[in-house]
């Protein structure tokens, strides 16, 4: 169990630096947002992958992890645009 935590805090922090990479311009948000934005893509990737039925293949599960990224950066895209019009001050 804990394994599995350790393990989805991992991927989930590569998954939001590949999606805040592949985002175009500079994101001001910090580094803990986007481990964050990457955790919550990589569960939110994962369960459109199984409503596909790509999530469980042999070996390693390109689909899902492509998935994973596209989620992460939208996520990253939208948080970013919030965060940016919240610390921008009159």
Same mark, same amino acid.
Request: glycine share 12%; aromatic share 8%.
């Given at each position: 169990? #804990?394994?599995? #935590?350790?393990?989805?805090?991992?991927?989930?922090?590569?998954?939001?630096?590949?999606?805040?990479?592949?985002?175009?311009?500079?994101?001001?948000?910090?580094?803990?947002?986007?481990?964050?934005?990457?955790?919550?893509?990589?569960?939110?990737?994962?369960?459109?992958?199984?409503?596909?039925?790509?999530?469980?293949?042999?070996? #390693?599960?390109?689909?899902?992890?492509?998935?994973?990224? #596209?989620?992460?950066?939208?996520?990253?895209?939208?948080?970013?645009?919030?965060?940016?019009?919240?610390?921008?001050?009159?």
């Amino acid at each position: 169990m #804990i394994i599995n #935590i350790i393990q989805a805090i991992i991927l989930g922090a590569i998954i939001g630096f590949v999606g805040r990479l592949i985002v175009p311009g500079k994101q001001n948000i910090p580094i803990w947002l986007t481990i964050v934005v990457g955790i919550v893509a990589a569960f939110i990737g994962t369960f459109i992958a199984r409503l596909f039925g790509v999530a469980d293949t042999n070996g #390693i599960d390109w689909i899902e992890l492509i998935i994973q990224v #596209i989620v992460a950066a939208i996520g990253v895209a939208l948080v970013a645009g919030i965060w940016g019009r919240r610390s921008v001050s009159s």
